[in-house]
């Protein structure tokens, strides 16, 4: 399957002007195979899910963008919003008994600007421009089960070193628009290894590292970026040290 696995529609997202039946019939035009709404502040339910996908042979999937310590990150497989998604390693602790995935969104957004260093990830740690293994030795990564790679929103600089830092840390790789209106939808995408039915289903599979990171699908040259994946322990409070290519 192809999702575009972080847009925000008019029904959760205060600063999106993307209605959700827009959404559906752009992301059919484009050819995704469905996409993941990872809303500010709505919670999408199972039955919202269902009656807005009927009969249109799109998947869509209830998520969450929440704002943590470490930056944003997207949760898959929770039924809400909840005090302690606040904090990256509670929200590793909750995602590690519901079994919900993690992806940290746009974790290197801004680090790269000029002027004082505004990347809460790297700010936090110490971590320079172009500091790559410094970068992948930031602590609060192990709670994250995937990193977005691609994000339609974000400096190519900022996508590349985000690839840059999974590829040293083995950890599987997502791409997604984060699209607040129908400009740049598909400009990020994920590929998923397998046939998922809702946001849990969706959840195992990255967890288990079955995703791979996709970009330019919206214009029409669809490329891939692979990283090494599936790498076990991912997003473990308990988890050890990261591993590093051999």
């Given at each position: 399957?192809?999702?575009?696995?972080?847009?925000h529609?008019?029904?959760?997202?205060?600063?999106?002007s993307?209605?959700?039946?827009?959404?559906?019939e752009?992301?059919?035009?484009?050819?995704?195979?469905?996409?993941?709404?990872?809303e500010?502040?709505?919670?999408w339910?199972?039955a919202?899910?269902?009656?807005l996908a009927?009969?249109?042979?799109?998947?869509?999937?209830?998520?969450?963008?929440?704002?943590?310590?470490?930056?944003?990150?997207?949760?898959?497989?929770?039924?809400?919003?909840?005090s302690?998604?606040?904090?990256?390693?509670?929200?590793?602790?909750?995602?590690?008994?519901?079994?919900?995935?993690?992806v940290l969104?746009?974790?290197f957004?801004?680090?790269?600007?000029?002027?004082?260093?505004?990347?809460?990830?790297?700010r936090?740690a110490?971590?320079?421009?172009g500091d790559?293994?410094?970068?992948?030795?930031?602590?609060?990564?192990?709670h994250?089960?995937?990193?977005?790679?691609?994000?339609?929103?974000?400096?190519?600089t900022?996508n590349?070193?985000?690839?840059?830092?999974a590829?040293?840390?083995?950890?599987?790789?997502?791409?997604?628009?984060?699209?607040?209106?129908?400009?740049?939808?598909?400009?990020?995408?994920t590929q998923?290894e397998?046939?998922?039915?809702?946001?849990?289903e969706?959840?195992?599979?990255?967890?288990?590292?079955?995703?791979?990171?996709?970009?330019?699908?919206?214009?029409?040259?669809?490329?891939?970026?692979?990283?090494?994946?599936?790498?076990?322990?991912?997003?473990?409070?308990?988890?050890?040290?990261?591993?590093t290519?051999?």
């Amino acid at each position: 399957m192809l999702l575009d696995l972080h847009v925000h529609t008019t029904r959760g997202s205060g600063d999106s002007s993307l209605r959700p039946e827009e959404l559906i019939e752009e992301a059919i035009r484009l050819g995704l195979d469905g996409v993941c709404l990872t809303e500010h502040t709505h919670s999408w339910t199972d039955a919202e899910i269902d009656q807005l996908a009927s009969e249109t042979g799109i998947r869509l999937f209830r998520a969450l963008e929440v704002e943590t310590d470490a930056g944003h990150a997207l949760v898959i497989g929770e039924d809400g919003y909840h005090s302690d998604m606040r904090k990256l390693p509670l929200l590793g602790e909750r995602a590690s008994r519901s079994g919900s995935a993690i992806v940290l969104a746009h974790p290197f957004r801004h680090l790269h600007a000029p002027g004082p260093q505004r990347c809460i990830l790297t700010r936090g740690a110490g971590v320079e421009p172009g500091d790559v293994n410094g970068a992948a030795e930031i602590p609060m990564l192990k709670h994250a089960h995937a990193l977005e790679v691609v994000n339609g929103a974000t400096p190519e600089t900022d996508n590349d070193f985000a690839l840059n830092v999974a590829t040293v840390l083995g950890v599987p790789s997502t791409g997604g628009s984060d699209a607040h209106s129908l400009h740049g939808l598909a400009s990020g995408v994920t590929q998923i290894e397998g046939d998922p039915r809702n946001a849990a289903e969706l959840a195992e599979i990255i967890r288990a590292g079955g995703v791979t990171a996709g970009v330019d699908l919206h214009v029409g040259r669809l490329r891939f970026l692979e990283t090494r994946r599936n790498v076990p322990g991912r997003g473990e409070p308990s988890g050890g040290e990261a591993q590093t290519p051999s």
